[in-house]
Nanobody, 126 residues
Framework: QVQLVESGGGLVQAGGSLRLSCAVPGRTFSSYHMGWFRQAPEKEREFVAAISWSGGRTYYADSVKGRFTISRDNAKNAQYLQMNSLKPEDTAVYYC???????????????????WGQGTQVTVSS
């Protein structure tokens, strides 16, 4: 079982910034591709960003491209999501997710990630 623990959510005004963290205890973190997803009230969970196991490849949803940055530190068993220029429509519960599989392919679909954190609330006020 893989444990993922998110932190860093909160309330921020539009235009502000937040940094989410996801800790993954254990010695196999560097073997996982990692992702961030979010779910707003009454909406389906959606892809936000993903990063390869090495950190060399990153992918973003169009809605956050240029504003959010995903990163990871394999020495600290953690990944991060730096969110800048936040908008009210970014309000959601943000989830950290981990996936194993082919090293050459970084998944971006919800069902491609078997391991999930409990989520952290991000609220952006207008």
């Amino acid at each position: 079982q893989v444990q993922l623990v998110e932190s860093g959510g909160g309330l921020v005004q539009a235009g502000g910034s937040l940094r989410l963290s996801c800790a993954v205890p254990g010695r196999t973190f560097s073997s996982y591709h990692m992702g961030w997803f979010r779910q707003a009230p009454e909406k389906e969970r959606e892809f936000v960003a993903a990063i390869s196991w090495s950190g060399g490849r990153t992918y973003y949803a169009d809605s956050v491209k240029g504003r959010f940055t995903i990163s990871r530190d394999n020495a600290k068993n953690a990944q991060y999501l730096q969110m800048n220029s936040l908008k009210p429509e970014d309000t959601a519960v943000y989830y950290c997710a981990a996936s194993t599989g082919r090293a050459s392919y970084v998944p971006r679909g919800i069902y491609e990630y078997p391991y999930w954190g409990q989520g952290t609330q991000v609220t952006v006020s207008s």
